[in-house]
């Protein structure tokens, strides 16, 4: 059975669908069968793979809503291995949409349980928000990849999802737990990003990633051609950094 693993900071910009992206390309460039799901109205996850996110005819919107089965929403990508679940604009009405729902925090848990069995990772790019969204997310997910910028109050952040992560757990999803911390935007040229990482390591000494995200125009460009950092720039040293995440994730089971 597939794992289901969230990728998910309330804080943005923090490499949140950076990571979901490379991260699930690598894994199947890996010869892992694995499902992107765009869970974010803005949609990045969606666009940075190439699909027009404006010219859908059905997307996790219209799951959600009980409009649609999960496999009739399913996208291939240009990466072998890596399938799409895509996002739209209109996701943004399903925090209020939801609301009058029975088990509105369990819908995304029961449409994936339909399709989980063909996919040997499930990554859930979430919204930069402790919404319903984000709870839905964290209720379907086994675990949860955290990403942290490597800049000052991170920590801060990470306390917030981690109280998060605990209230689902306490109330929704009792397998719930951190998969690991993920440094991101690291720059070895300053003083600050090494502070913070010795930092994080210092309060989660066991959940931090060995692998360390640089801080990368590579990585930062391949969204704009629909590709990720695998394809765009292969040699470049964020596609190795998440290269290195994929086999640690395999690695950790």
Do not use: W
């Amino acid at each position: 059975m597939g794992r289901t693993y969230a990728v998910a900071n309330q804080k943005g910009g923090v490499g949140k669908t950076t990571t979901a992206i490379n991260l699930g390309a690598c894994l199947a460039a890996a010869n892992r069968k694995v499902l992107l799901v765009d869970m974010d109205p803005q949609a990045n996850a969606t666009s940075g793979l190439g699909v027009d996110k404006s010219d859908l005819p059905a997307s996790v919107y219209d799951v959600l809503m009980g409009q649609a089965e999960f496999a009739r929403i399913i996208t291939l990508t240009n990466r072998v291995g890596l399938d799409l679940a895509p996002s739209s604009p209109v996701l943004a009405g399903a925090e209020v949409e939801m609301v009058s729902l029975m088990a509105r925090e369990q819908r995304l848990k029961r449409a994936l349980k339909t399709i989980v069995d063909r996919y040997d990772y499930v990554l859930v790019d979430c919204p930069p928000s402790l919404g319903l969204l984000t709870v839905n997310s964290l209720t379907a997910a086994d675990g949860v990849i955290i990403p942290v910028q490597c800049e000052y109050l991170a920590l801060e952040g990470v306390g917030q999802i981690v109280s998060t992560i605990e209230m689902i757990r306490d109330n929704l999803n009792s397998q719930l737990h951190v998969v690991g911390l993920l440094m991101t935007m690291y720059d070895a040229r300053t003083n600050l990003s090494p502070q913070v990482v010795e930092e994080v390591r210092k309060h989660f000494p066991e959940l931090i990633f060995h692998t360390i995200v640089p801080r990368s125009i590579r990585l930062t460009e391949a969204p704009s051609y629909g590709k990720p950092i695998i394809d765009y720039d292969p040699s470049c040293k964020g596609a190795l950094a998440y290269r290195a995440l994929a086999e640690e994730l395999v690695g950790r089971g």
